[in-house]
Every structure is written in C-alpha cells, then in structure tokens.
Nanobody, 123 residues
Framework: QVQLVESGGGLVQAGGSLRLSCAAS?????????MGWFRQAPGKEREFVAS????????SYADSVKGRFTISRDNAKNTVYLQMNSLKLEDMAVYYC???????????????WGQGTQVTVSS
C-alpha cells in the first residue's frame, strides 16, 4: 500500500505562483516509481500535467503547462513537487499526484493516487 498526500494548493492571483508537494509513504512505496501530476477541473476529465522518472532526469509536460510548470522529486524525502508559475485561470483545478511503474501521460498507467489539493486562480 502507498499513501500519497498532496499539499500546497490554495488561492492565487492569475500570474502568480504556487508549489505543490506530494509526500509518499507506505510499506510498498518505491523510489523506482515514476511520478505524475494530474488535474481535474469541474466538468472536465482528469488530464495529465507532468511526470518524472524515478531518477528525476526524465520529465514530461502537457503542452498547456510547458514553460510554466516544473516537476521535481526528492527521493530522500519521498516527495514530488510541482512548481507552478504564471498561473492562468484555466489552471484552476484539483491537482493529484500518482505513482506509476512506467510513467507516461495516461491516467491508467498510474496505480496509487493522492486525494488531491485544490488550486484556485483568481483574476
């Protein structure tokens, strides 16, 4: 079993920044997992945001966030981060972190999910 707890969400003005954290724990958690961030806005499907390989050297981003968001991980702390800059209204969503054996941008490739953290962007 793996537990993932997201934090760092909140209210931010458009153009501002937030950093999300995802702390992993559990008997079966492995730093060999790839990690991903997904988000879901009201009335929309859950969408891929970013992913990072087990070593931290391989990252992938959705086109909508490239150049604005940065995913990173600290395996010693079992924590994954999502630095979000230049936030836009369309970034407003619940953000989830998840683990995967293989990574990628498909939600079906991820096995363990956190409960999410709300990011609200105001104008």
């Amino acid at each position: 079993q793996v537990q993932l707890v997201e934090s760092g969400g909140g209210l931010v003005q458009a153009g501002g920044s937030l950093r999300l954290s995802c702390a992993a724990s559990g008997r079966t958690f492995s730093s060999s997992y790839a990690m991903g961030w997904f988000r879901q806005a009201p009335g929309k499907e859950r969408e891929f945001v970013a992913s990072i390989g087990w070593s931290g050297g391989r990252t992938s981003y959705a086109d909508s966030v490239k150049g604005r968001f940065t995913i990173s991980r600290d395996n010693a702390k079992n924590t994954v981060y999502l630095q979000m800059n230049s936030l836009k209204l369309e970034d407003m969503a619940v953000y989830y972190c998840a683990t995967s054996q293989f990574g990628g941008n498909r939600w079906s490739a991820y096995g363990y999910w956190g409960q999410g953290t709300q990011v609200t962007v105001s104008s």
